[in-house]
């Protein structure tokens, strides 16, 4: 899907009732917090109830695509639909599943001298939007390849591709970029000023990721040597 403007057009649901100096809109923000991280946490409603599932995804321009078993909840949901579930407006044909996808990452703790003011440094996005089975075979296999490659850039070309049987056991479902946001928070704490001769500690702990060496399976060919995206995989990125 095309990018039209730099940012996303706020609405209602992605403007925050507290903290709106935090909010974002900022397309390359937005894009680069999906596309570091690696679980987003998907929220719907089954029966009545909300239902939150962690679980990998890839982005490929202004979509978001999730996988899973064709038996799993949300999948067999978003293929059926349901009156409850449809977002107003929606195609009979096509309801779709109204959900709400998120992705946090915790770049610090943030310690206060009040108990009240302890928080965290966070990067965060919020989807809202109606997820789609993807049924076309060629988008099946691009969204399948950029999953895998969101987890290790380049790996979709040095893995053998899903075969029928396991096409056929696989589902995938798209999310539209449309109603998005994203909230940062960075700095220190934000002590009272009566608060801030007390005798505590305050300031931020960071928080940093990596990775390690790769660790060969037990069972590989020695003759196989280690390929140039995971020697460069720090340098891809550093979480």
């Known amino acids: 899907m095309p990018e039209s403007t730099a940012a996303y057009q706020p609405t209602p649901r992605t403007v925050p009732t ?129 999953i895998v490659d969101h987890v290790v850039p380049g790996r979709s070309y040095d893995s053998r591709p899903a075969n029928a049987r396991e096409l056929a056991a696989t589902a995938v479902i798209r999310l539209d970029l449309d109603e998005v946001s994203a909230k940062v928070r960075t700095g220190g704490p934000n002590d009272d000023p009566e608060d801030m001769t007390l005798p505590h500690w305050a300031g931020v702990v960071p928080l940093a990721g990596g990775y390690g060496a790769p660790v060969r399976s037990d069972d590989l060919d020695p003759a196989i040597a280690l390929p140039d995206y995971l020697s460069a995989l720090r340098d891809h990125r550093d979480l």
């Open 18 to 146: 507290r903290a709106r100096e935090r909010a974002a809109y900022d397309r390359e923000l937005v894009h680069g917090i999906l596309d570091e991280a690696y679980v987003c946490h998907l929220g719907f409603i089954r029966d009545g109830a909300p239902v939150v599932l962690p679980t990998l995804y890839g982005r490929v321009d202004e979509r978001l695509y999730v996988h899973g078993s064709t038996g799993s909840r949300p999948l067999r949901m978003t293929a059926a639909g349901s009156g409850t579930e449809r977002a107003a407006g929606e195609n009979e044909a096509d309801p779709g599943l109204a959900v709400c996808l998120t992705v946090t990452h915790v770049d610090g703790l943030v310690l206060a001298r009040s108990a009240f003011h302890h928080s965290i440094n966070y990067r965060s996005v919020v989807v809202h939007g109606v997820a789609r089975q993807v049924t076309d075979p060629e988008e099946r296999r691009t969204a399948l390849d950029a």
